[in-house]
């Protein structure tokens, strides 16, 4: 989930000035106009990993904004007038009026999170606890309350980095409560991410903001604030459509972005590989706890990268009885006049089973979403829908690996020129592919947010590097093997 | 919550021989053109008490509409080729293509539903997959699924004289298990609240269907199919509005016209019994367990039914540093910049404290609906609004008791003339009262889908007839001892 935030995003001092007053330009734009025709309130929730620079930010969205009209509300442990009311109380009371901003650190998701890291609430409890809490947050947007939720991420490295220079400067209490945060790194992560995947609605967004570098961070609130208020103020409505998760403001680089096209393997290493890991997944496939669970696959990838060959290798250990390949192309009418899902639900594998796909439902934000088959609404709240389906299939015991195949756009012109030329090949090759060529970009962007919004740590996307066909298979096979080794 | 239902709802047969052929014209009306232009499936859920005459109701609506376009799914204990697949599987499967519609017994509420009566799933795990189904019945919506669901209701003594009628005809093992159910009938309705209160969106609502009288329960089902998908076909849209749970269609008496306002009680024994409730509240409040909850008290009726009057017998036996009355007027400024719920929340009491509403919160689904100053969509979401706020009141201890003060429209207008009779109560009678006075049947309407869908089994309704004030002011103090002493 925290893929694109995980890289470094960093921000040159010179690009900053020269965007600094864009940004204070673009807040007073927005804020303004809200202070005075009071047509919402807006809540800034700050909320996501210590050491980030919470404090930092927001001190900067203080300069840059009307001070005026903006409120910071921090609430800790509740005080003794608010411990003799229900939880809720305390934020109720605050809530600004229309035409004011409040910033609200500590919000109503600290206590159910410290509740889940500490072991005191089991995992009903928590999700029970976010579903009240999308409710509390859909009335407040029916009630014109603008929410933004931020999330401030750090790698676990970084924000390490990040705690030891603090404790050196002020040895306070404090920080050793930020220490102790530290230790719970993973699970804070875990939480965060389904937090964020559950709570993430069009009428109360999450944004992930990237924050090993400061200047980048401040422009991603600041960017991401102005944006917000100015939709909010154009069209009045609170959006109905599911929000996933984005990687707040400004451009930054993806995941995918940063695949490593260089990696190489000889034939000799490959061979000895290949027959390694096929013996190893035929074993797996063999056990007798196979029965008890199932196996997705998911094939996806820039065209010519690579999907084909990677699934024959796969395939090639398995008994054909307990696998079935799903080549996915357009939708039959059966499928058309039908939930868009449908058509994967039906291919859902039995116990036992491998079900494999090239190409798959994430056709939805990736090929749909760039050429305009499916409307804007519809592919953004695919992200939800396709987690959602893929967490039934995890709580039924399957094991979901999914691949992304990347090449260079070098690369994928050699080989559609070599399809051509090649006579058996020639059937592989279409104008339709031509044609997606010319749109790299947007199928990269499409791509970026594909990985961010739905690798999570029940169905995590593996970014394969296929530069070099060789090492792609490779990759491929060992985490499948490495996944069901794990599970069976 | 099933005030309205639990009442017979009869309908005569020649009533219902006059209404036949025009559901019948309503029902193809919204099916045909559904059939031809095909924009969308749907999706009937049958749920409810066993006994009440589910098959009965979907046979008749069998020959009402064109069956041809109609299939009927009936789940039980699942497959084996179910079995082997994640639970959602078979309802996905099945799913009718648009323009067809399916009729689902056992739908996905019932395993949860079982899950929950039998005690193998504690309450948060009941709330997290209501929480689930919430987000895959918005998924369908979204994906042109109509979904109405319906849950047939009896009251439990009919219920139990049915299955024992039952039982004569045919002795078998299907009858057992009505039986089992009927030992659960608290439990199932408890759930079934819980179900119905947290799971009724705009996108798929519930209808609860008085099942008593099968005439009147088949054409109920009938006229609420009818009705939805024509409001489907007409804009398309799914609602974006939470949508409280609905007696399914045709008038229907409601919990409010039954109270039976002859109800008497002489002076001298009003006096000693009204001596004897202050003195137990008064022993009641200086318990110490006291200080572990807190009391709201909410007062509506009719205008003039004497709330202030019942108010302060009330607060006589109580300590005056422990209550506070609220009036609730127009919102101030301040107030009417924030969400509705925020000027009640500010007057939530502390812990061992009384908060005594003269009318309250619940003016938004009575005057604002009435007079038009709320719009639809917000009055209309206001009851789920309100259900939730109450259960966080509960949820952290709180006590509430909800009173409905009724009067005739004959005593109302006796009063109001005593009122502008005697000096010091003219200010008592306003041109308001006078004005309001003449929407009397949009109030009784009002008032009753008030206590149809905000009676929760934490906050319920007490209906009191207020026709003589002495037996409404002891039915409110009785109310009340009865409450605190079962939690003190």
Redesign the interface.
């Known amino acids: 989930m925290f893929e694109s935030a995980r890289l470094p995003q960093k921000m040159t001092k010179k690009a900053f000035k020269k965007l600094e007053p864009k940004l204070r330009e673009a807040l007073l734009a927005a804020q303004l106009p809200v202070i005075e025709k ?1 047509p919402f ?1 807006t809540l800034i929730l700050v909320d996501g990993l210590d050491g980030a620079g919470k404090g930092e930010a927001v001190a900067r969205l203080y300069g840059w904004m009307d001070a005026r009209h903006l409120v910071c509300n921090a609430y800790g442990e509740p005080t003794d ?1 608010a411990r ?6 305390r934020y ?2 605050d ?5 004011e901003t409040a910033i609200v650190f500590g919000s109503w998701y600290q206590s159910v999170l410290r509740d889940w890291i500490y072991k005191r ?5 928590f ?2 606890a ?3 809490i ?3 947050e ?3 947007a ?4 603008l929410v933004l939720k931020f999330w401030f991420f750090l790698p676990k490295d970084v924000q390490k980095e990040r705690l030891k220079k603090i404790e050196k400067k002020n040895a306070a209490r404090h920080v050793l409560a930020d220490w102790a945060a530290l230790k719970h790194h993973k699970k804070a992560s875990e939480a965060g991410e389904k937090i964020i995947l559950e709570t993430s609605k069009g009428n109360a967004p999450w944004f992930v903001i990237p924050s090993q570098d400061a200047e980048y961070r401040d422009s991603a609130v600041a960017q991401t604030v102005a944006r917000s208020m100015s939709l909010k103020l154009e069209d009045g409505q ?1 959006k ?3 929000a996933p998760p984005v990687v707040g403001g400004l451009q930054r680089e993806t995941a995918v972005d940063t695949i490593d096209l260089t990696a190489t393997l000889e034939r000799e290493e490959y061979t000895s590989l290949r027959e390694k890991y096929q013996e190893i997944l035929s074993e797996l496939s063999d056990r007798k706890s196979m029965s008890k669970t ?1 196996v997705v696959l998911v094939f996806q990838g820039n065209d010519a990268a690579g999907k084909g060959g990677a699934i024959r290798r796969v395939i090639r250990p398995l008994d054909p009885r307990i696998y079935k390949v799903h080549p996915i192309s357009a939708p039959t009418d ?1 499928e058309k ?6 058509r994967f ?2 291919r ?5 089973h491998f079900a494999i796909f090239d190409r798959s439902w994430y056709e939805r934000v990736l090929v749909e979403r760039v050429e305009g088959y499916a409307g804007h609404d ?1 592919w953004l ?1 695919a992200y ?2 396709i987690n ?1 389906f893929e967490q ?2 995890s ?2 015991g ?1 094991i979901i690996c999914k691949f992304w195949l990347a090449i260079s756009e070098e690369e994928q012109l050699r080989r559609f020129k070599a399809r051509e030329d090649t006579a058996y090949k020639q059937h592989k090759i279409t104008d339709e592919d031509w044609r997606n060529r010319l749109k790299w970009d947007q199928y990269a962007i499409a791509a970026g947010d594909m990985v961010d919004r739905t690798s999570t740590h029940y169905a995590p996307w593996t970014l394969v590097s296929s530069e070099n066909k060789k090492h792609a298979r490779i990759q491929v096979l060992k985490t499948i093997c490495k996944r069901l080794e794990e599970r069976l």
């Open positions: 009071q309130s007038e003799m009311r229900p939880p809720l109380w109720w009371r809530l600004p009026a229309k035409g609430i089991d995992e009903d409890a999700e029970k976010l579903a009240r999308r409710r509390f859909e009335m407040l029916h009630e014109d309350v609170e109905t459509v599911a199932g059966e006049a039908r939930p868009y899902l449908w639900w039906r859902v594998p039995r116990k036992g519809d709240r939800n829908e959602e039934e299939l709580d039924f399957f």
